[in-house]
């Protein structure tokens, strides 16, 4: 009986206990869903503030800004205004390399609000004579982040976007919308027409610019009335053995630096509408750094028919521009293949099958390039010499009861090629080799000593 009374007792006092467990716990959930409620009113308070305080800070000049920006904030057609609208316009950079850095540069400085950069490659020795935001410590890095480091450096206030992709038509335009402005700084015509077409798709103002050797150009497309578009101008691309890019013909840095500071300043008028003065739209701006003069000349006006910028456009959608224009975008891939694979040789067996034998190396490199550097045992006959037919006829004459072996070499491959394949077509019974991968890949699997540019 004493037993059964212990258990009765234990139970009871058990349930009280858990009861007021119950009370205690109903009471902590009431207190908790309160100060949650309390958290999120405070949250949402503090949401609204911050949006309130970056939307003034678009709105208004702090005293950093005033600082900053006053030597231009002082000029009569640029103003608190003018800063403002800079501040509210996003840019988009094309091509990170000679241009692309000193528009940058001066758009971030002026106090640009967001700046976008794309580019696909890294950095490299060859680009520091004129691509000047890179520097010995961001070799192999990707450009557009070495670039986004060194601007943050110019101007910690401004927003940097980087996009480190191959702008081609099944991205450009979801990240051209993103912007107010665009920037052409790239170097090749397949770009030229994407950006071209992507621009007028989306009317957005495209800012072009190009340099090489000695000279530069620029101009506005797809601003105001009647401005042309680079189709209106150019229907048709060039033929691709007529295009040459800075890796081949060369460019003076102070060069590229002209024309992407131009490039800056007309960016800055476009969003400010001007600036007083006159946007370079329906006009091209012709640079001759020899003589160091400018010329301006003006443009044809609209295409009726303009495949993509007319009433009734011919293209709605993006195409594929490389195979339109039959040349790359990138320059990562354009080794060439158009010889036989016995006209071809590695340079492991020029170096150890042919160099011992009697032969004629001929570097088809342009001057300027074979007194950089050469083989010793190579004379210089440039590609263009080979391609005259008469050069070539006073050649076999001279060569006519020789058996000597003919080899091309050139910087990477792709000119000895087409050296072999003329002399070949000229003249099938001789034989007549390139080296694969020329002097690059001599320095890569032979001599790394020998200089590469
Ligand atoms: N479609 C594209 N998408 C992204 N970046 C591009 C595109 N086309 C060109 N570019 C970039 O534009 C830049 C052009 O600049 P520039 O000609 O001065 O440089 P480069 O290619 O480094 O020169 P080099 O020919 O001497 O190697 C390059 O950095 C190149 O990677
Ligand atoms: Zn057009």
Same mark, same amino acid.
């Given at each position: 009986m004493a037993a059964e009374t212990k258990i009765d007792d234990e139970i009871e006092k058990l349930r009280q206990e858990i009861q007021e467990l119950r009370r205690n716990c109903a009471a902590k959930e009431k207190r908790l869903s309160e100060l949650e409620a309390q958290q999120q009113k405070q949250n949402e308070q503090a949401n609204a503030q911050q949006q309130q305080t970056s939307a003034s800070s678009d709105q208004m000049l702090n005293n950093d800004d005033i600082a900053r920006y006053s030597r231009q904030l002082i000029l009569p057609n640029f103003g608190v205004k003018g800063q403002l609208k800079l501040k509210q316009t996003a840019f988009l950079i094309v091509g990170m390399g000679g241009l692309g850095c000193p528009s940058s540069q001066y758009l971030l400085a002026a106090g640009c609000g967001r700046l976008g950069l794309v580019d696909y490659d890294e950095v490299e020795r060859s680009n520091f004579h004129r691509q000047? +935001? #890179?520097?010995?410590?961001? %070799?192999?890095?990707a450009k557009v982040e070495s670039a986004k480091q060194a601007l943050q450096q110019i101007n910690p206030h401004c927003q940097i976007e980087c996009h480190r992709l191959l702008l081609n038509s099944e991205n450009a335009l979801e990240i051209l919308r993103q912007y107010d402005v665009v920037l !052409?700084?790239? !170097?090749?015509v397949a770009t030229r027409y994407l950006l071209n077409d992507a621009c007028v798709m989306l009317n957005k103002p495209l800012i072009s610019g190009s340099a090489l050797q000695m000279d530069g150009q620029l101009t506005v497309y797809n601003y105001g009335e009647n401005c042309p578009c680079y189709r209106c101008l150019y229907p048709v691309p060039p033929p691709p053995d007529t295009v040459t890019n800075c890796g081949d013909g060369g460019v003076l840095g102070a060069i590229t630096g002209v024309i992407g500071s131009l490039q800056a300043l007309e960016a800055i008028k476009v969003a400010l509408g001007g600036l007083g003065g006159e946007v370079l739209a329906g006009r091209l701006l012709i640079f001759d750094g020899g003589r160091c003069q400018f010329r301006n000349i003006r443009l044809r006006s609209k295409r009726a028919d303009c495949d993509v910028c007319s009433p009734k456009p011919m293209i709605t959608q993006l195409i594929d521009y490389e195979q339109f224009c039959g040349? #790359?975008?990138? !320059?990562? !891939?354009?080794?060439?293949? %158009? +010889?036989? +694979?016995?006209?071809r040789l590695t340079v492991e067996e020029y170096k150890n099958e042919v160099l011992q034998r009697k032969h004629i190396l001929m570097d088809v490199r342009q001057p300027a390039e074979f007194e950089i550097c050469r083989l010793p045992n190579s004379e210089n006959v440039p590609l263009k010499t080979i391609l005259n037919d008469s050069y070539l006829q006073r050649f076999e004459e001279e060569l006519k009861d020789e058996e000597r072996g003919i080899i091309l070499l050139c910087r990477r491959g792709n000119d000895s090629q087409l050296a072999a394949q003329h002399i070949l077509q000229r003249f099938p019974q001789r034989a007549v080799f390139d080296i694969k991968g020329g002097l690059h890949a001599w320095h890569f699997k032979i001599d790394n000593s020998f200089p590469i540019y």
């Amino acid at each position: 009986m004493a037993a059964e009374t212990k258990i009765d007792d234990e139970i009871e006092k058990l349930r009280q206990e858990i009861q007021e467990l119950r009370r205690n716990c109903a009471a902590k959930e009431k207190r908790l869903s309160e100060l949650e409620a309390q958290q999120q009113k405070q949250n949402e308070q503090a949401n609204a503030q911050q949006q309130q305080t970056s939307a003034s800070s678009d709105q208004m000049l702090n005293n950093d800004d005033i600082a900053r920006y006053s030597r231009q904030l002082i000029l009569p057609n640029f103003g608190v205004k003018g800063q403002l609208k800079l501040k509210q316009t996003a840019f988009l950079i094309v091509g990170m390399g000679g241009l692309g850095c000193p528009s940058s540069q001066y758009l971030l400085a002026a106090g640009c609000g967001r700046l976008g950069l794309v580019d696909y490659d890294e950095v490299e020795r060859s680009n520091f004579h004129r691509q000047t +935001l #890179h520097t010995e410590m961001s %070799i192999g890095m990707a450009k557009v982040e070495s670039a986004k480091q060194a601007l943050q450096q110019i101007n910690p206030h401004c927003q940097i976007e980087c996009h480190r992709l191959l702008l081609n038509s099944e991205n450009a335009l979801e990240i051209l919308r993103q912007y107010d402005v665009v920037l !052409d700084c790239t !170097d090749n015509v397949a770009t030229r027409y994407l950006l071209n077409d992507a621009c007028v798709m989306l009317n957005k103002p495209l800012i072009s610019g190009s340099a090489l050797q000695m000279d530069g150009q620029l101009t506005v497309y797809n601003y105001g009335e009647n401005c042309p578009c680079y189709r209106c101008l150019y229907p048709v691309p060039p033929p691709p053995d007529t295009v040459t890019n800075c890796g081949d013909g060369g460019v003076l840095g102070a060069i590229t630096g002209v024309i992407g500071s131009l490039q800056a300043l007309e960016a800055i008028k476009v969003a400010l509408g001007g600036l007083g003065g006159e946007v370079l739209a329906g006009r091209l701006l012709i640079f001759d750094g020899g003589r160091c003069q400018f010329r301006n000349i003006r443009l044809r006006s609209k295409r009726a028919d303009c495949d993509v910028c007319s009433p009734k456009p011919m293209i709605t959608q993006l195409i594929d521009y490389e195979q339109f224009c039959g040349m #790359h975008a990138s !320059d990562k !891939d354009m080794a060439l293949n %158009i +010889l036989p +694979l016995e006209n071809r040789l590695t340079v492991e067996e020029y170096k150890n099958e042919v160099l011992q034998r009697k032969h004629i190396l001929m570097d088809v490199r342009q001057p300027a390039e074979f007194e950089i550097c050469r083989l010793p045992n190579s004379e210089n006959v440039p590609l263009k010499t080979i391609l005259n037919d008469s050069y070539l006829q006073r050649f076999e004459e001279e060569l006519k009861d020789e058996e000597r072996g003919i080899i091309l070499l050139c910087r990477r491959g792709n000119d000895s090629q087409l050296a072999a394949q003329h002399i070949l077509q000229r003249f099938p019974q001789r034989a007549v080799f390139d080296i694969k991968g020329g002097l690059h890949a001599w320095h890569f699997k032979i001599d790394n000593s020998f200089p590469i540019y």
